[in-house]
T-cell receptor, first 115, second 108 residues
Framework: KAGVTQTPRYLIKTRGQQVTLSCSPI?????VSWYQQTPGQGLQFLFEYFSETQRNKGNFPGRFSGRQFSNSRSEMNVSTLELGDSALYLCASSRGRGALQETQYFGPGTRLLVL | KNEVEQSPQNLTAQEGEFITINCSYS?????LHWLQQHPGGGIVSLFM???GKKKHGRLIATINIQEKHSSLHITASHPRDSAVYIC??????????FGTGTSLTVIP
């Protein structure tokens, strides 16, 4: 069974631009969660999607948004990028009980650098 | 104040040593996870606990709900165990807190 895939793996953007990251979950998994990891703040929960609906949201500004498609693939978007958005963005999929409510399977991450 | 505290922050061990990493939390939880992150960023979920003890190979995880404490033990440590270990907790399924991680280096 293929694991969680994320694209792109690396990305360089400039301040003010927007970016879209993609996550394909393990086949059959319906929950997709997104996390941000920075050296200063560590891992932080962004949001979780289940059946195309946002089920939970972390404490991030509205510039961070996401969506999930009918095939469970998910995208997250960051608009008006700031230097502090430079981070490793990780997605994780699980069967359906929800973020950190069951075993999470993580993707390799997208490393975003904002200049 | 962090809701999840891990200790130690850094740990260096000789191959073969028994290793313990601790996680204390201050909130009521529905689940606790131990995650392993290798250089390069990939994260693997090692255990999910809500009570008791779990074992997988050389890894053992325990949790004491009353004391709000969990430990991750590695028996017969190996250089391939070198990684950052992160404790993560879920409160009510809609609040999530992460420890800052324990960086483990196992020397051959």
């Amino acid at each position: 069974k293929a694991g969680v895939t994320q694209t792109p793996r690396y990305l360089i953007k400039t301040r003010g631009q927007q970016v879209t990251l993609s996550c394909s979950p393990i086949s059959g998994h319906r929950s997709v969660s997104w996390y941000q990891q920075t050296p200063g703040q560590g891992l932080q929960f962004l949001f979780e999607y289940f059946s195309e609906t946002q089920r939970n949201k972390g404490n991030f500004p509205g510039r961070f948004s996401g969506r999930q498609f009918s095939n469970s693939r998910s995208e997250m978007n960051v608009s008006t990028l700031e230097l502090g958005d430079s981070a490793l963005y990780l997605c994780a999929s699980s069967r359906g009980r929800g973020a950190l409510q069951e075993t999470q399977y993580f993707g390799p991450g997208t490393r975003l650098l904002v200049l | 104040k962090n809701e999840v505290e891990q200790s130690p922050q850094n740990l260096t061990a000789q191959e073969g040593e028994f290793i313990t990493i601790n996680c204390s939390y201050s909130v009521g939880i529905s689940a606790l996870h131990w995650l392993q992150q290798h250089p390069g960023g990939g994260i693997v979920s090692l255990f999910m606990l809500s009570s008791g003890k779990k074992k997988h190979g050389r890894l053992i995880a325990t949790i004491n709900i009353q004391e709000k404490h969990s430990s991750l033990h590695i028996t017969a440590s190996h250089p391939r165990d070198s990684a950052v270990y992160i404790c993560a907790v879920s409160k009510g399924g809609n609040q999530f807190y992460f420890g800052t991680g324990t960086s483990l280096t196992v020397i051959p």
